[in-house]
């Protein structure tokens, strides 16, 4: 894309889940692989901020899909199918609170046109402040440790 010299936009389709690990969904392992592609679309931001490329990465939430149900298909070579906690809760969410028509591709780009690099749904804002919350106590919590240690 650089050699061509042509304007070009990149959109990385990640998840919300690229941003926090969400208590009741308990989806850990699912978030670990959000988080390395919202980490990729930064690092490639970086890289071609000179260029006449930009970098979006797209974080849709709850799309209603069967990912709910992804444990109940497990092969029997792995263990066999279980019941993940949060399963319930993640496909009664998908169905009520699906993102699918907010967030397509066209609408990302146009984002990205923008030089928007991070692009989610309205709707995702309060799990987004809650994380960020528990990320800024971590200061309050240095602090506090670092006063203590200073007066012994």
């Known amino acids: 894309m650089k050699k061509h010299g042509e304007t070009g936009h990149v959109v990385n389709t990640a998840s919300i889940g690229g941003l926090q690990v ?11 692989t959000k988080y390395a592609i919202v980490a990729a679309s930064e690092a490639l931001a ?6 006449n490329l930009g970098v979006s990465v797209l974080r849709p ?3 209603a899909t069967t990912l709910h149900a992804s444990s109940q298909r497990r092969p029997a070579r792995l263990g066999g199918p279980y019941q993940r906690p949060g399963a319930d809760l993640a496909k009664n969410l998908a169905i009520r609170w699906s993102c699918a028509r907010r967030c397509r591709q066209p609408r990302a780009r146009r984002g990205g ?3 928007v690099l991070h692009l989610h749904p309205r709707g ?4 987004i402040e809650a994380r960020h919350a528990r990320l800024l106590a ?3 919590s240095i ?3 670092n ?5 012994r």
Do not use: H, T
């Open 46 to 51: 970086l890289d071609l901020q000179d260029s």
């Open 124 to 127: 995702a804002a309060a799990w």
């Open 22 to 32: 969400n208590p009741k969904l308990r989806n850990g392992s699912y978030a670990m």
């Open 143 to 145: 602090e506090r440790y």
């Open 113 to 115: 046109a923008e030089g």
């Open 138 to 140: 971590g200061f309050d």
């Open 61 to 63: 939430a709850l799309v």
């Open 147 to 151: 006063a203590r240690e200073s007066e």
